[in-house]
């Protein structure tokens, strides 16, 4: 029998729970470029294609070879901005949670393929090591009641709120950030990202009303995620 969220069957405009971790639970992310690098990835892939200024810049008599280059990669990245709506995120040192929406039955597929592979070249290239660096094919998870829908985001935001270094770790310390990188601070309006859309969440929540937040619902004392115990991580 399959094991628990590794058969997917998608819909269309489905919302799912993504996740992965390293193989053998090892890190994914090592330093805080390895963070950053992530993140780069996601924007290239989620931020819309302005090809009209790319082409204009390639064209450019002041664009450097190395410019040119660069432009070049990303008119030839795949673009999943129309088809991939991330709603939230959060990278841990040897995982990563995402709660996407996908357009067509293929898309989040076909994104975690890109950027999976993408970025398994950058770290083995980097670290100077070779073969897979997840665990297996990433685990997903339809979201298909409304707990689920507004709890799914509280589990992804605690993860990151509560992660704990202890003074021996190898883990990098992540200066300039309170927790691990997440899409917490657009939920609290700290940040804006073109590509992370908490407002169907945020809808359930008062912008007026202190205790009534989604600050005040993810940060409670006593939390209760039995409501979504099929999207946690497998043991």
């Known amino acids: 029998m399959p094991a628990r969220n590794r058969t997917k069957q998608y819909t269309e405009n489905g919302y799912y729970h993504i996740y992965n ?5 090892r890190l994914i992310f090592i330093d805080l470029q390895d963070y950053a690098v992530f993140l780069s990835y996601l924007n290239d892939y989620l931020t819309p294609k302005k090809e009209k200024e790319l ?12 410019e040119k280059a660069r432009i070049l990669k990303l008119l030839r990245l795949k673009n999943y901005s129309d088809e991939i709506t ?36 950058y770290f083995n290239r980097k670290h100077k090591r070779i073969g897979p660096l997840y665990q297996d094919i990433y685990k997903a998870v339809s979201i298909d009641h409304e707990e689920q829908f507004i709890y ?10 509560s992660h704990k270094k202890s003074p021996s770790s190898k883990e990098p310390a992540l200066r300039g950030y309170e927790q691990q990188p997440s899409s917490y601070p657009e939920y609290l309006g700290e940040r804006k990202t073109d590509w992370i859309h908490p407002e169907d969440v945020l809808n359930y929540f008062s912008k007026t009303n202190p205790k009534l937040s989604y600050k005040a619902f993810v940060e409670e004392i006593g939390d209760d995620f039995s409501i979504i115990q099929n999207e946690l991580l497998e043991d």
């Open 21 to 25: 971790r390293g193989v053998e639970k």
């Open 152 to 161: 799914l985001s509280k589990y992804i935001h605690k993860q990151a709120l």
């Open 86 to 121: 991330v709603l939230a995120y959060c990278l841990m040192p040897n995982h990563f949670h995402f709660f996407l929406k996908q357009k067509n039955k293929y898309s989040i597929n076909q994104f975690l393929h890109s950027i999976c592979t993408r970025y398994t070249m």
């Open 55 to 66: 082409q204009d810049k390639f064209s450019g008599p002041n664009t450097s070879y190395k």
